[in-house]
Nanobody, 125 residues
Framework: QVQLVESGGGLVQAGDSLRVSCAASGRTFSYYNMGWFRQAPGKEREFVATISWKAATTRYADSVKGRFTISRDNAKNTVYLQMNSLKPEDTAVYYC??????????????????WGQGTQVTVSS
């Protein structure tokens, strides 16, 4: 089992930057590909970004490509999401998730085994 705890959310203005973090505990962190998803009020949870277990490859949703960067530090059991040029439409609860299937990088919600409780990111216009 893996326990995931997100932090770093907050209220920012459009154009600002914010970094959210996800600290993992339990089973060895490096055994998982890690992903970030988000869910806005009244909408389904959507894929944001994912990173392979060795951080060799990443994948992004088109809506955040070029603005967001996912990274991980396996020594610290932490995955990060650096968000730049934030827009009001980025407002959502951001969740990190762990995927034990190390083949490929999944953008599918159902492929992830463990989830954090989420951290709220609000971008004002």
């Amino acid at each position: 089992q893996v326990q995931l705890v997100e932090s770093g959310g907050g209220l920012v203005q459009a154009g600002d930057s914010l970094r959210v973090s996800c600290a993992a505990s339990g089973r060895t962190f490096s055994y998982y590909n890690m992903g970030w998803f988000r869910q806005a009020p009244g909408k389904e949870r959507e894929f944001v970004a994912t990173i392979s277990w060795k951080a060799a490859t990443t994948r992004y949703a088109d809506s955040v490509k070029g603005r967001f960067t996912i990274s991980r530090d396996n020594a610290k059991n932490t995955v990060y999401l650096q968000m730049n040029s934030l827009k009001p439409e980025d407002t959502a609860v951001y969740y990190c998730a762990a995927d034990s299937d190390l083949i490929g990088l999944s953008a599918r919600y159902g492929d992830y085994d463990y989830w954090g409780q989420g951290t709220q990111v609000t971008v004002s216009s």
